[in-house]
């Protein structure tokens, strides 16, 4: 499928509009298969930007992960940030058999997660249902050259014809980059393993199935540490799975977990081996006046992430954004109503099985402001300091190139007029569930069910 | 009445939702399928306390709307219906709050006025989930597709006991990694 992959660039230009209904963001790159005819395969399943933003990573249902790099800022274009250019493709995951259980494993990307750069190579986990695999991706650009006992083709030389000796030297090549499996983390989950999150120490991550986390050591395999189990003793009482958790940006003794409750559990490995009690709840009261039939569905949450700052936590359920200060569990301090609009159409969401989708969420930068997906292709930005939000849309049909993104509104009904869209006539099978914010710039990705979009903010 | 027929119609789609999981490739999801139960769960309550209400309300009624009452018979669930099972049904409500209650058949009584639900008019459709609810000493004649139903729903319970009695055999497997959490659970 990447094979086919295209392009399409658009250079920056300062075009006058109403300040309202324009956004700072621009569309700078799609990637992906132009067809409506998507292979299950490549639907992408995960997007992450490493530490330095240099790459982005995305993996797909077929057990894909491709690896983009962004060129060396240009000089010519000083208005936008370089573009992103596939560096690495490789096949991280296969699809495997559980004999025990006659199921079949997905070999689908559910996360990607960087480690910090140390030496010249990139490491990266990525996992499935089930198993997790730490990447190396280094370069080679130089191969030795001039042995004693081998032709340069592999041939080996024959015994009497060797007269001198002399000292292989690095003669330069064409750059190839390798990516090869260095661990592999096996047979420690039960069910489906939904996140990973490395640590700030660098030594260690957390792997965390729908019952219990486990704690491992990179370097070691064969063994990993149970720090919450759930599992009630008889799963008939089963009322809570864990959907999402990450350790803390900067402690590396605290991390988070939450749950299809909608609660999110902040637990420190220093209290106790096993955090099945925790440090902090995190829980607002349930409104008795939003009640309906599917209350306990859409306030399960999708995803938990920190704030750099390590100071907040945001969470997103089915329909709203939460920001949480750490310092208080009662309640959040900031909650943004993604798509309030859906409430009344619970029903028909829960019946096309949309009310299960799981949207993540990303902070920007300087925890300024953060993002998460929707429905007919549109994701939305909330700016946390003007307490602006903004709906914009994923669509390389763009009626006028160059321009930045227009915001879109949605109103009751099925009304349809320039940038107003009817709730009626939202297309529910696009949707944008993956989302990764440039660590330092403004610079977003995400993906649609097979394209991979990336937008700049204008620099001027 | 639109609360017991969007009710009924939820736990029919969980139930099908549930039995479809099965046949998914990665095997049953705990999540969707922990969600997909309490949704369930969660409709079936307020389906018997909605009817329990309306029923209390037809009793009051009846001798007053009993023209109307025939004509509010209409041929929604004909084939396992009867009268005798609502009045069971009336005096099971309490106790029998661990089976399934997708009962098909409750509009034979409705007061009029009440709102008659068209939404699940296949029969068929109502065969395979309609359940006549019994007591434990009942003596009804064992109608074919109740007993499908029921089975049905029993089998969609096992779905999560299986999945938890599968997970306890595979933990055996797991027994071989010298994992200090899994070992102390045995």
Redesign the interface.
Same mark, same amino acid.
């Given at each position: 499928m990447w094979s086919s992959c295209w392009t399409y660039s658009l250079n920056l230009s300062s075009v006058p509009g109403d300040g309202d209904s324009q956004s700072r963001w621009c569309l700078s790159q799609v990637k992906g298969a132009v067809d409506d005819d998507v292979a299950e395969a490549d639907i992408i399943s995960a997007v992450e930007f490493n530490h330095s933003g240099e790459l982005l990573a995305t993996g797909d249902r077929g057990g894909r992960i491709v690896i983009f790099q962004q060129e060396q800022e240009s000089k010519n274009l000083p208005q936008c940030h370089a573009e992103y250019n596939v560096y690495s493709t490789f096949q991280s995951h296969e699809p495997e058999f559980d004999y025990l259980k006659s199921l079949e494993i997905e070999e689908k990307i559910n996360k990607i997660r960087w480690l910090p750069q140390k030496n010249a190579a990139h490491f990266l986990l990525s996992t499935n249902d089930k198993t997790i695999k730490l990447w190396k991706i280094s370069e080679r650009d130089k191969r030795p050259e001039g042995y004693n006992l081998k032709e340069e083709d592999g041939r080996y030389r024959h015994p009497s014809s060797l007269t001198t000796l002399r000292v292989p030297v690095f003669q330069p090549m064409d750059l190839m980059v390798e990516a090869s499996p260095r661990r592999v983390y096996a047979n420690a989950h039960t069910y489906h393993i939904n996140s990973i999150s490395v640590n700030s120490d660098n030594e260690t991550y957390l792997s965390a199935d729908d019952l219990r986390i486990n704690l491992w050591h990179l370097d070691f395999t064969d063994r990993s540490f149970n720090i919450v189990d759930i599992k009630p003793a008889n799963m008939e009482e089963l009322t809570e799975v864990i959907t999402a958790s990450e350790f803390h940006p900067l402690q590396c003794n605290t991390f988070v977990y939450g749950s299809s409750k909608g609660s999110v559990r902040l637990c420190d490995m220093r209290a106790s081996a096993l955090c099945d009690q925790h440090s902090k709840l995190f829980e607002e009261p349930e409104d008795p006046s939003t009640r309906s039939f599917f209350s306990e569905i859409i306030s399960s949450i999708s995803d938990v992430k920190f704030s750099h700052s390590g100071r907040y936590m945001m969470t997103r359920d089915y329909l709203t954004l939460k920001i949480w200060d750490l310092h208080m569990e009662s309640r959040p301090v900031e909650i943004y109503q993604v798509h309030g609009y859906l409430r009344s159409k619970l029903c028909s969401l829960y019946e096309n099985d949309c009310i299960f989708d799981k949207f993540e969420c990303c902070w920007r930068g300087d925890d300024s402001e953060v993002m998460t997906g929707s429905y007919n292709n549109f994701f939305r930005m909330f700016d946390r300091d003007a307490q602006r939000d903004a709906t914009l849309e994923a669509t390389w049909e763009n009626g006028s190139p160059g321009c930045p993104l227009k915001t879109w509104r949605v109103s009751a009904g099925s009304r349809r007029k320039r940038n107003e869209i009817g709730v009626d006539c939202l297309d529910f099978s696009r949707k944008i569930l993956y989302t990764s914010w440039h660590p330092q710039d403004n610079i977003v990705a995400l993906a649609t069910v097979n394209n991979l979009y990336i937008f700049q903010e204008k620099l001027n | 009445m639109d609360v017991t027929a969007?009710?009924r119609q939820?736990m029919v789609?969980a139930l099908s939702?549930l039995y479809s999981s099965r046949a998914q490739? *990665? *095997?049953l999801?705990?999540?969707?399928s922990?969600?997909l139960t309490? $949704?369930m769960k969660? @409709?079936r309550d307020?389906y018997h306390s909605a009817r329990l209400t309306s029923e209390k309300k037809a009793q009051a009624d009846t001798h007053s709307v009993t023209e109307n009452t025939s004509q509010t018979e209409e041929p929604m669930d004909t084939t396992s219906s009867t009268t005798t099972p609502l009045r069971a049904t009336a005096t099971q409500s309490t106790e029998d709050g661990q089976r399934s209650g997708l009962e098909g058949h409750s509009h034979l009584h409705n007061p009029a006025g009440l709102t008659v639900d068209k939404e699940n008019c296949n029969p068929t459709r109502l065969d395979r989930h309609s359940r006549k609810r019994r007591s434990k000493t009942a003596t009804d004649p064992d109608f074919l597709p109740c007993k499908k139903a029921k089975l049905e729903f029993v089998e969609a319970r096992g779905i999560?006991?299986s999945? @938890?009695a599968?997970?306890g055999?595979?933990?055996d497997?797991?027994s071989l $990694?010298?994992?200090?959490?899994?070992i102390v659970?045995f």
């Open positions: - | 969007e009710a939820i789609q939702k490739r *990665g *095997g999801r705990l999540h969707r922990l969600l309490l $949704v969660s @409709a307020i999560l006991q999945n @938890a599968n997970c055999r595979a933990l497997s797991l $990694v010298p994992m200090p959490r899994t659970s």
